[in-house]
């Protein structure tokens, strides 16, 4: 059970908030956690890692891990897509590689950009990506099509992070020019420049109401900006050492952050204040990441290790947080970060009564889980569009026979878990299967191809569809404006008249 020594103030009692938890160690990375994402529907974790290789991790506890391998460097981001059929990495060998998060771990990649990738991230519909490098750019792509769409090119150092708002109408970005910018994707043009940083800026994401933006940086601070008024409202100096990374609750009312000190810090963004310090990481905690309910969060970092944690934020009773919050400007409205009084910058420090977390990630009771190597040959764009069968919008797949190895694995993996751990037969060790069986799983298998080839040719005839429509709007939109500056012209003319 992980040690709690409390030390708190009379008001986050009265907010109810239970203390989290250490739920999981999940052990498989051999170096450095770089990167972790939840899957939208909240039943897999994705997590890169210095050591090349991406980890789903399945939260079912008798689910077994798949380690992914496909990259030649070490991996810097991890996103699952909105419909989580998809899971994007970018990595230091320049490329960006989709992949599908299940046994078979098929993956197409494409080199983003002349030096390393250091941040991929899907817009809310799913249908792009944006891209940031140390070549000073950010990269808007075409998810479906794996196709370059436009360049934004105004950094002048690295750009560690970019992330589209949840409108899809701005990115912002941050870099070590020590900036955070934000662009309008539909001009393509950088509306703000914020630069008030002592080094590079680490990390930017936005809230999920997309009203506010906050950034790290290795200056040991948080910032939080308000994009309406381009006004800063919070500056958090609650780190000892550089903030790597930090995740927003659900809500918009909490944010946890990982640092260089060792430590994940939790925000109370209402409160305006530290409300909790979790021990666990030994280095430099290197990535954070809610699910997206928002009841669980997990931490990866230096020490190879990814703790999952519980929580219980989502169950607060915010109306009733409201009325016993004397500083809110009013009750009613739902909390939001404009409401907190004083809306001028001002600098939130660390003495306010935090209370420490220290579990003993030692005496976790979770066991490691299986891990299913999955090892695919890298797929070109180009070699990806010569094949057809894939899901929508997807393509370079594996073969029938490499399915059926893949299969053809997971039995005996599972026959090899039944007989104890006394054994240790490996994939292939086992004699042959029954023929009925190898016959029945062929005969699936081609089966599958048969679907998977009925859905590419019906993404791509919908994709057809979808662009022709979308042309049928534009020049129905350019006939409206012509009939209507015809009307107009006429109109003139006929006021401006000869007199009698």
């Not at 393509?188 to 420049?193: A, G, L, S």
């Not at 040991?220 to 994009?227: A, F, P």
Request: glycine content about 6%; aromatic content about 8%.
């Amino acid at each position: 059970m992980p040690a709690v020594v409390h030390n708190v103030d009379s008001a986050s009692i009265s907010c109810g908030l239970e203390d989290p938890t250490l739920e999981r160690h999940f052990r498989g990375h051999k170096d450095a956690v770089t990167c972790a994402d939840f899957s939208p529907n909240n039943k897999q974790l994705a997590t890169g890692s210095n050591d090349k290789n991406l980890m789903i991790w399945n939260l079912n506890p008798k689910a077994r891990a798949f380690r992914f391998m496909g990259h030649n460097d070490l991996i810097t981001a991890v996103q699952f897509s909105p419909s989580g059929h998809l899971v994007a990495s970018s990595s230091r060998d320049k490329t960006v590689r989709l992949w599908t998060p299940n046994i078979k771990g098929e993956s197409v990649a494409f080199k983003a950009h002349t030096a390393t990738v250091r941040s991929v991230s899907f817009s809310s519909d799913g249908q792009r990506l944006v891209t940031a490098s140390d070549d000073k750019s950010l990269k808007v792509w075409s998810v479906h099509r794996q196709k370059f769409i436009y360049s934004l090119n105004q950094h002048t150092n690295w750009v560690r992070c970019a992330r589209f708002s949840p409108d899809g109408r701005l990115v912002a970005s941050c870099g070590d020019d020590r900036t955070v910018r934000l662009w309008d994707t539909s001009t393509r043009q950088c509306i703000n420049t914020f630069t008030d940083y002592g080094g590079p800026a680490t990390f930017v994401d936005f809230n999920s109401s997309g009203t506010c933006i906050a950034s790290s940086g290795a200056d040991n601070t948080l910032k939080l900006w308000d994009i309406r008024t381009n006004k800063l409202i919070q500056h958090y100096q609650v780190h000892s050492a550089g903030v790597n990374c930090f995740s927003f609750h659900p809500s918009g009312n909490y944010l946890i952050s990982g640092s260089n000190d060792s430590t994940v810090k939790i925000l109370d963004l209402l409160e305006g204040r530290l409300i909790y310090t979790l021990h666990g990481h030994k280095g430099p905690v290197l990535t954070v990441a809610f699910s997206r309910q928002g009841d669980f969060f997990a931490s990866g970092g230096a020490d190879s290790q990814v703790l999952m944690w519980k929580t219980n934020f989502d169950a607060l009773n915010y109306r009733e947080m409201l009325s016993q919050h004397s500083k809110r400007v009013s009750p009613d409205p739902p909390p939001h970060l404009m409401d907190i009084y004083p809306r001028s910058p001002h600098v939130h420090l660390s003495q306010n009564g935090p209370i420490e977390v220290n579990p003993v990630v030692a005496d976790t009771l979770s066991a490691d889980p299986c891990v299913v190597e999955v090892g695919e040959r890298p797929f070109s764009m180009a070699a990806a569009r010569g094949h057809e069968d894939g899901p929508a919008g997807f393509r370079g797949h594996a073969s029938a026979s490499t399915r059926f190895t893949h299969l053809q694995q997971e039995m005996e993996q599972e026959e090899c878990e039944e007989e104890g751990p006394g054994l240790t037969h490996l994939p292939g060790e086992h004699s042959e299967l029954p023929g009925a069986v190898r016959s029945t799983l062929e005969h699936i298998v081609h089966q599958l191809d048969v679907l998977t080839q009925t859905v590419a040719v019906l993404e791509e005839r919908l994709t057809l569809t979808e662009d022709k429509l979308k042309e049928c709007l534009e020049n129905q939109v350019l006939i409206q404006q012509e009939a209507l500056r015809a009307g107009q012209t006429h109109e003139e003319s006929r006021v401006e008249g000869p007199a009698i």
